[in-house]
């Protein structure tokens, strides 16, 4: 079955820094890549997903790159602001079950 | 549009209980997928439902249950509680594109669960 891998665990930016999270992913039939983000306290919420016939997606100040030779992809936070503080998932999906890796607190220090 | 609900939100059982956790999906979502949340584990995904078929499950022992209902609210059950079992139990419901996966989760507050 699918394996996802998340690194790191935490992740400590100032406030204006890039922030990368990384994942990869063992099922090569895998072609859903979303990224989840869940402030203290909330539910995850969808921040943005990728799939496997696009190598690269971007929205505002997040984007996500995918390789799929290498199995693994990336989620890039440019700008970051303290309201970006939360802990992120990224999850990899084919025709079998959506599977979460194991989340990054990211903190953003003013 | 209403979310996601789950009830109870929090709840404290003893080794060997069992319990029921619901989840009422958005109007309109057919599927319903539950994870177990713990600190350092991430998401586990438990299983997922749709139509009230059980489509996929994952790696937990069959102490953990589900259902769905025609409407398609959802049940989940843990019998004879252990104490590693104490979670956060989120469910998330989607529409469902006809590919499993492939659509956005709206996941509930979810169930905190401590077992004593």
């Known amino acids: 079955g699918e394996n996802v891998e998340q690194h790191p665990s935490t992740l400590s930016v100032q406030e204006g820094d890039s922030a990368v999270i990384k994942c990869t992913y063992s099922d090569s039939a895998s072609n859903y890549f979303p990224w989840y983000k869940q402030e203290l306290g909330k539910r995850p919420q969808l921040i943005i997903d990728i799939r496997s016939n696009v190598g690269e997606k971007k929205d505002q100040r997040i984007a996500v790159t995918l390789n799929k030779t290498a199995k693994h992809f990336s989620l890039h936070i440019t700008e970051t602001q303290p309201e970006d503080s939360a802990v992120y998932f990224c999850a990899a999906s084919g025709f079998q079950k959506l599977v979460f890796g194991t989340g990054t607190r990211l903190l953003v220090s003013p | 549009k209403a979310g996601v609900t789950q009830t109870p939100r929090y709840l404290i059982k003893t080794r060997g209980q069992q319990v029921t956790l619901s989840c009422s999906p958005i109007?309109?979502?057919?599927?319903v997928s539950w994870y177990q949340q713990t600190p350092g584990q991430g998401l586990q995904f438990l299983f997922e439902?749709?139509?009230?078929?059980?489509?996929n499950k994952g790696n937990f022992p069959g102490r953990f249950s589900g259902r769905q209902f025609s409407n398609s609210r959802s049940e989940m059950n843990v019998s004879t509680l252990e104490l590693g079992d104490s979670a956060l139990y989120l469910c998330a419901s989607s529409k469902d594109r006809g590919r499993v996966g492939t659509g956005e989760l709206f996941f509930g507050e979810g169930s905190r669960l401590t077992v004593l």
């Open positions: 439902y749709f139509s009230e078929t059980q489509r």
């Open positions: 109007s309109g979502h057919r599927s």
